[in-house]
């Protein structure tokens, strides 16, 4: 039964830590993204500033253009992490899975042992057998 509790840890464990991920994941791609507007609205404000829209133009402010390649590869990493976010979002999903079925395997082993018992009566808890056996050594180192 100790291997069983271990396993559970391990696999909770390794469930938390692929939820870790995808939250990781998750906020990086949102902060891409705010990153990413903020650098809109700046282009904005300086092609207004500028008077110019025409990224071609040969006075078009060179901030502007450096911003747009930034926003561009913002975007681009987003969409990436997309991508990531999708298959960590999967892993996810079977360590859940996977976590449940272990979960279950010791539900099963645990009505097994109570059906085991004699009809009627119920198996100790593993706490009161070993006050019990306690008891009963003390017992007999009493009556020597």
């Not at 650098?39 to 060179?62: C, K, M, W």
């Not at 997309?82 to 539900?107: F, I, N, R």
Request: proline letters at 3%; glycine letters at 2%; a positive charge.
């Amino acid at each position: 039964m100790k291997s069983r509790e271990s396993l559970i840890r391990l696999k909770r464990f390794q469930a938390d830590e692929k939820r870790r991920q995808v939250n990781q994941i998750q906020t990086m791609v949102a902060e891409f993204e705010r990153m990413a507007r903020d650098l809109e609205d700046q282009i904005n404000v300086e092609q207004e500033r500028a008077g110019i829209r025409d990224t071609s133009h040969f006075a078009y402010p060179t901030f502007a253009k450096a911003a747009m390649q930034r926003r561009d590869n913002l975007r681009a990493s987003a969409q990436d992490l997309e991508s990531q976010l999708a298959a960590a979002q999967e892993g996810l999903d079977l360590a859940l899975d996977e976590l449940k079925k272990v979960e279950l395997m010791v539900v099963r082993d645990q009505d097994r042992e109570r059906s085991a018992a004699t009809p009627g009566q119920r198996p100790p808890a593993p706490d009161l057998a070993a006050r019990r056996a306690n008891r009963s050594s003390a017992a007999e180192r009493r009556s020597w």
